[in-house]
């Protein structure tokens, strides 16, 4: 069934009296079926526009809108509500028109006979075969609120852990704009002036500040090059990024060498790792079967490559801490706690213990960062507007010394 459209209407309520509105629906045919079974009688109903400024507010559908509505669905099915209420709730309640559409459609798929997991297998933008699969598992069990509750736990701390990365990583980026934009603005609009100056001196220049000068007129020439060519340079990166697999292969192998962001994506991997495969396993799905959906949620293709050798291995028949180990990219201590859950019977629960444990770690790692970069912040301001300062001002200090000693 296609998603549903928005429609306007006018007409008269019960009491004969006159009102307006909006309606998700289908089509134009349902909408008007559902206002008279709300005791309305249309009179003008039209399908509502969708402008430039209507699609900027409906807002794009992100993962952490996933989130929320999983964790919603999950409240109010622990709460009773029926599934298809449930839903008509819901998409009343979100704030985002394109949050609200996309439930709308799942509600009229669910309510027209399909389940819940097919009526999500429509959107596979939105939802992954690991989130269909855990559905499908819940409903088949008849313990889809259970479900509901486990999914969305999990996805609220992928989302934790993928924003504490985020933080990681566009840390030193900002720090690494804020000097270039600091240092241009510098060498566009105060060198020059002190230029001028220097000019009615008569007097060379000291090597410094004509490096300096010579720099301020090579930016003042080519900045808009020179802004042109880095940002067809970084959109060509993207797009051969996107489409080449080798290449991310290498960036990620590449990433994870780094000296403190390696360590973190490296941790954060691991606690993707266990914390999907706890989810997974703990719904009842099968172990080879789980590690497929694991392996693309761990966001680095060198844990995604060993994550597929594992499950090749077990497969054959090889316990998973044994297969883990052989991998090499896997911390022992995981996989010491992977065997005593195998030994104990209890690998979701030492799984959840593992993902939590490398989760704060990440969060731990993040703020060591945050805390590193503060005066790493302040000694390259420092380093780059004061090493400019000081050329501006030498052959003042140089001209004032000479005066002096002549007088």
Partial sequence: MAGSAVFIWEGTDRQGRRSRGEISSPNQSAARAELRRQGITARRLKRKSEGLLARFRAGRIVSADIALFTRQMSTMMRAGVPLVQAFDIVADGVEKQSVATLVRSIRNDVASGGNFADALRRHPIYFDELFCNLVAAGEQAGALETMLDRIATYKEKSESLKAKVRKAMTYPAAVIAVAVIVTGILLIKVVPQFEQVFAGFGAELPAFTQFVI??????????????????????????????????????????????????????????????????????????????????????????????????????????????????????????????????????????????????EQVDNAVDNLTALMEPMIMAVLGVLVGGLIIAMYLPIFQLGSVVSGGG
Avoid: C
């Avoid at 930016?219 to 090059?225: E, G, I, K, N």
């Avoid at 044994?322 to 911390?331: E, I, N, W």
């Avoid at 979701?348 to 989760?359: C, N, P, Q, R, V």
């Fill in 214 to 359: 010579t720099l301020s007129e090579f930016v003042q020439a080519t900045w808009l090059m020179l802004l042109l060519g880095l940002a067809a340079a970084g959109s060509g990166f993207v797009a051969v990024y996107r489409r080449s697999r080798p290449l991310r292969d290498q960036a990620d192998r590449l990433v994870l060498r780094l000296p403190v962001a390696g360590n973190i994506i490296r941790k954060s991997a691991v606690a993707r790792y266990a914390r999907t495969l706890s989810t997974t396993f703990a719904a009842g799905v099968p172990l080879v079967e789980a590690l497929n959906s694991v392996a693309g949620a761990t966001g680095n293709s060198v844990y995604v490559q060993a994550v597929e050798r594992v499950r090749d291995d077990v497969s054959t028949g090889q316990q998973l801490h044994f297969a883990m180990r052989s991998t090499g990219v896997f911390p022992n201590m995981v996989s010491q706690m992977v065997a005593i859950g195998e030994e104990a019977g209890a690998l979701d629960t030492m799984l959840d213990k593992a993902a939590s444990y490398y989760e």
